[in-house]
């Protein structure tokens, strides 16, 4: 079976797709990237997605140059739930993990961050949150414009 051809086939469908359509981003995150702008603390895209794929997302949607650090789970060994990505993102950010808030959206990302010894904000995608899940995260959000919020509180006042 013609495994590389076939996913090379793939991407480049998805790619003309992605290109076409652009790439649909979750309500709330522009302004959310500009309240951390505002408040200047960097950030990290840690993504599962490999490289080239995530370069592509980013471009699509309008977000290319607006994060500090992009790791992919090509530049890792192991993929969430554990640590590794998060702990490599923090690395480049040069931000201890204890400093560090991860918003996720599903149980292994959450999971992986409380491994790195970061604290969490879960905005779910598709999954519902468990009760494992839930006790691991500062909050549960049901939009962008809802983490602002929380993470406004959990920062210091100007």
């Given at each position: 079976f013609p495994v590389e051809k076939i996913d090379h086939i793939y991407l480049e469908s998805y790619c003309d797709h992605l290109r076409r359509e652009g790439v649909p981003v979750k309500p709330g995150l522009f302004e959310l990237l500009s309240f951390l702008d505002e408040r200047g603390l960097s950030r990290?895209?840690?993504?599962?997605?490999?490289?080239?794929?995530a370069e592509l997302k980013l471009r699509g949607a309008g977000l290319e140059g607006r994060f500090q650090a992009v790791v992919c789970g090509d530049e890792v060994t192991r993929g969430k739930p554990e640590p590794d990505i998060f702990i490599e993102a923090s690395r480049r950010l040069a931000v201890d993990p204890s400093n560090c808030l991860v918003l996720e959206d599903s149980g292994p990302g959450v999971?992986?961050?409380?491994?790195?010894?970061?604290k969490a904000i879960l905005v779910p995608d598709l999954v519902p949150p468990g009760e494992e899940t839930r006790i691991l995260v500062e909050g549960v959000?049901?939009?962008?414009?809802e983490a602002r919020v929380l993470i406004e509180k959990m920062l210091p006042p100007l």
């Open positions: 990290a895209v840690a993504t599962s997605t490999y490289r080239e794929r999971m992986a961050a409380a491994c790195a010894g970061m959000c049901e939009s962008l414009h």
